[in-house]
C-alpha cells in the first residue's frame, strides 16, 4: 500500500469534488489532538521529547536516504500518538523506540526500504530488536485507529495551484516545488500544529506565490479565500506564521 504525500491528487480524479470533499471532511482526523498544544504550551518536558524526536527522525533522511516524504509522515505519526498517549517521564528509550517505529512505519506506507538496524547503528545508546519494535507499531497502529494513510498538506497542494487557473505547467511546478520546500521546514514549528493541513498547504502556496509570483499574488489569494472550505481568518494567520518563519531563515 504505497502513500504518495507529495502528489496524492496526481490521479485522473484529481479534480472530481468528491475527491476534494473527502479530504477536506476527514483531515481533523489525521491532526493531533488539541491536547499535544496545550502539553507543549505548559510542559516543558514534551517540548524537548517533541524537539529530540524530530531531530532523530530528520536524520533518516540522510543516513539512510529515505528522502524527505518518510521523515515527514514519521513525525505526523508521532504528533498524533504524543497527543492521545501521555508519555512518563525519566525513560529516554521510550523517545528511541517511538522514533524507530514511527519512521518503519511511515517507510512502510512509502514503499520505501528503511534499514532499522543501519538507523539504530548511528545511534548510540538503546538498540531493539525487531520483535520489540512491531510490538510499538502495533500500539501506534491501535492509537491512530489504523488511520495511516495521513492527509497531510501535500494532499491539498495540487488542488489549491489548479485554482490558480494557471497555464504554465513549469511555473506551477515550481511554485508547487517552493511550496513543498516551506511545508517541509514548517513541520517543527509548534505555532502550526494548531492548522488544518489545507491551511497549511493554502497558506504555503501563498508565500511561495509571494516569494516567486508577486504579481499574482492577490488573485491566488483571492480564489483560495473564497473557497468554501477555506477559513480566511486561519489562512491569513497561518500565512502570516510561515512568512515570519520564511522571513527569519
Known sequence: ????????????????????????????????????????ET????????????SLILQAQYSCDCG???PYLAVNFMDRFISRIEIPEGKPW????????CLSLAAKMEST???????QGDEAGFIFDNKTINRMELLIL??????MRSITPFSFLHFF??????????????????????????????????????????SALLVASNELLPLQFPSLKCSISAFECVDEENLLNCFDTLQEMVENE
Open 161 to 202: 495551484i489548479s485554482l490558480s487557473q494557471r497555464k504554465d505547467p513549469a511555473l506551477a511546478q515550481t511554485l508547487k516545488g517552493r511550496a513543498t520546500e516551506i511545508i517541509l521546514k514548517a513541520q517543527n514549528e509548534i505555532k502550526l500544529l494548531k492548522f488544518k493541513p489545507s491551511i497549511i498547504a493554502a
Open 68 to 70: 524527505p516524504f518518510v
Open 113 to 119: 526500504d528503511f534499514s532499522v538496524c543501519n538507523f
Open 94 to 101: 521510550i523517545l528511541r523506540l517511538l522514533v524507530v517505529s
Open 1 to 40: 500500500m504505497k502513500l504518495d504525500l507529495g502528489n496524492q491528487l496526481a490521479s485522473s480524479e484529481e479534480h472530481q469534488p468528491d475527491t476534494i470533499t473527502y479530504l477536506f471532511a476527514s483531515e481533523f482526523d489525521h491532526m493531533p489532538s488539541r491536547n499535544l498544544l496545550d502539553l507543549l
Open 142 to 147: 491501535d492509537t491512530l485507529d489504523w488511520r
Open 43 to 54: 510542559r516543558d518536558f514534551y517540548v524537548s521529547f517533541r524537539q529530540e524526536a524530530i
